[in-house]
Structures are given as C-alpha cells and as structure tokens.
C-alpha cells in the first residue's frame, strides 16, 4: 500500500502497534511513536539517527491531559494554553513517572505541546497514548513541510505519513520553560516573541544559545543545508564560484543587479507568515539545485523573522 495517505484507521493502528507515523501538524512534520512506550521512543532516536541527549516534545489531544503527565502545572501554564493551544508553543514542565527517560533525555521536565492539525488533533483523540514527535528530518537536517519531504528523507524507516498538506506555519513550535521560577524561551518558533511576552505581561529571557544544555537541539549547526550558504553582507567582492553558480536567498526585494532567476525570494510582499511557511521548501529546493554558493539575507529582526534569522544562522556554513 502506498505510505503516504489520509488513513486515520490506518496510522493509529500501526501506532498502537509501536511503529513510527509521520504526522502532519501547523508547524513543520513530525516523525510519532507511542510517548509511554520505550521501544516505540527508541525507534525514533534509530530512525532519526538522534543522539540520545536530546529530549523530545510530546503531543497530546488538549492541555487538560498535561496534568496527567506533569507533576506541577503553574497558572501561567494555564493561561497561555487558554490564548494558544492548539498552537505553536511547546511549554517545559516537571515530568511525573510515565513519561519514560528516554523522551525527555534523563532531565526531570518534559515538553508538552498541542498540535493545531485537524487530522493530527483527530488522531491524538483515538489515541489512549499521547505522542512523542521529533520534527520528521534526519539529525542535523532541515525540517520537513511536507508529507513528501518526510517520504524523501525518512520513507523506508517508517510504516506510514499521514498527508496533511503543506505545514501552515512552516517554523517549529516557541518552546518556553515553565518549570523554573522565571519562564526562560528555550528556542524561538512560530509564536511571535512579542505575542508571548503580551500574554505573559512581561519580557521573556531568552536562552536560545548553541551551549544550552537544557535544549540540546538548538546546537548551532542545526537546520544545516548541504550546499554552502553565507550571509550576503559577509560575502566576498569577489567570489571563488562562477556568478551563474550563485543563488540569492531574499527576504522579499530581489537585487536589481542579479538575474530573476538566480533569486529566490521568501515573500514578494514582506510578510512575516508566507516567509516562514516558505523557508524550508526553499531551502531544500536550493540544496537540490544546481548553484554552488547561496548567499542569505537575513529578514527584519521583529515578529516572526526572529524566528526565520535564527532558522538561517543555523543553516549558514561558519
Ligand atoms: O513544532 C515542533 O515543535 C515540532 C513538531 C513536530 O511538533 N517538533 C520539534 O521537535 O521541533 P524537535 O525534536 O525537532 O525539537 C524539539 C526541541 C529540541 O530542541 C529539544 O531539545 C527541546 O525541544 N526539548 C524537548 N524536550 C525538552 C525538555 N524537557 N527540556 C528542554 N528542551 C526540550
Ligand atoms: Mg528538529
């Protein structure tokens, strides 16, 4: 039978199985196995090719759940569920005994989001197992957008992907640790700082960097194409590749100087949402194109192109 599908029936069978499902969420694909079973878990470090020091997110139907799992959920928790979840947020919290080691990495806490997908949400409802998902990308590659970008890089380790069309937001889910006296934001994603901050009533630290050890998968060199990308205003007057092997990532203006071609722009208009939702595809179409050399522009430092620069600065060769 074909792997990829719409089969509700189907991908929870194999779930409760213990095989791995690709799941489509508003964020970026996500590579589920059974949360409470640790054989299902191991599968996907295997699959994913994931060292075991990075923890995983996992997934439940509604937030009301996460009590079950947590030993403490404070009101703040509550109150940023109630504005939005579903949605791209993932909150850090103190674990309780169900949730096996290997999910959360040994570390006391675990990362609890609800994914904003009809057929994922529909999924998680037939599910008595919550669902640990890592985004659906070998280690150390891009996240997949698409049902068909799963299929690509992962197809032959997995029993089948549920296709929920092009991922809406196109960035990983804001993760924000709730189990320290002061909310720290761990990695930026597809909740806008400022909209967090807003419902919080105060400015967030951020704790986003490569030597962070509570997040491990924000290690530098994450979202890492293969081809060579470097930030436009760091490049050379004069370049080592041949001008007709050079890409231009733009935010949105193309260069008057540089054929059409040759530019490939993440949203004509300057918005924030069609960037995100476009910047893996791109950066998966460049790595498969036949330039030798990208350079990057990076979007304005506000919203969402926090979140889009953070992406990029993980993708540029050091
Ligand atoms: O949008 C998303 O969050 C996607 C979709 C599939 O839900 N998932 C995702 O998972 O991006 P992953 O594994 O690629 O990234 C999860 C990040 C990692 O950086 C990991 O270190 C961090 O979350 N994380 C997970 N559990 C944690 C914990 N208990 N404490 C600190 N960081 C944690
Ligand atoms: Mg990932």
Same mark, same amino acid.
């Not at 964020?27 to 075991?52: H, M, W």
């Not at 930026?188 to 700082?193: D, E």
């Not at 890492?224 to 001008?243: C, E, F, G, S």
């Not at 935010?251 to 949203?267: D, G, I, M, N, R």
């Given at each position: 039978?074909?792997?990829? !599908? ?32 640790? %054989?299902? $878990? ?27 799992? /947590? ?13 939005? /979840? ?39 409802? %037939?599910? #008595? ?10 280690? !150390? ?8 970008? $799963?299929? #690509? ?11 929920? !069309?092009? /991922? ?96 490939? $722009? ?53």
């Amino acid at each position: 039978m074909n792997k990829i !599908g719409t089969d509700l029936p189907f991908a929870a069978a194999q779930l409760r199985a213990g095989k791995l499902v690709g799941i489509p969420t508003e964020t970026v694909y996500g590579l589920a196995a059974n949360a409470l079973e640790a %054989q299902a $878990v191991a599968s996907i470090f295997e699959a994913k090719n994931r060292p075991a020091f990075d923890p995983l997110i996992v997934h439940l139907a509604n937030f009301e759940q996460a009590a079950a799992f /947590c030993t403490a959920i404070p009101d703040l928790a509550y109150r940023l569920a109630a504005a939005f /979840c579903p949605g791209p947020i993932t909150f850090i919290l103190p674990k309780n005994h169900h949730i096996p080691d290997l999910v959360s990495a040994g570390q006391p806490t675990v990362g609890i989001r609800i994914p904003n997908h009809p057929l994922t949400l529909q999924l998680l409802q %037939q599910l #008595d197992f919550p669902l640990a998902a890592p985004s659906a990308n070998p280690f !150390g590659y891009v996240s997949p957008t698409t049902a068909q970008h $799963v299929a #690509d890089q992962l197809g032959d380790k997995i029993a089948y992907i549920l296709d929920g !069309g092009p /991922c809406e937001i196109g960035l990983e889910s804001t993760i924000i640790d709730l189990s320290i006296a002061v909310p720290k934001v761990l990695r930026l994603g597809g909740l806008a700082l400022e909209q967090l901050e807003a419902a919080v009533g105060q400015k967030l630290t951020l704790q986003t960097s490569s030597s962070n050890p509570k997040a491990p998968g924000m290690l530098l060199k994450h979202y890492a194409p293969n081809k060579k990308l470097i930030w436009a205003d760091a490049a050379p007057q004069t370049p080592t590749v041949a001008m007709d092997k050079i890409a231009w990532l733009r935010f949105s203006e193309p260069l008057a100087h540089v054929p059409l071609k040759q530019q490939f $722009v993440l949203s004509p208009s300057g918005d924030f949402k069609q960037a995100a939702s476009r910047l893996f595809a791109l950066l998966r179409e460049l790595d498969q194109s036949a330039y030798d050399l990208i350079l990057v522009e990076k979007a304005p430092e506000t919203g969402l192109g926090r979140a889009i620069n953070d992406r990029l600065k993980r993708a540029v060769t050091p």
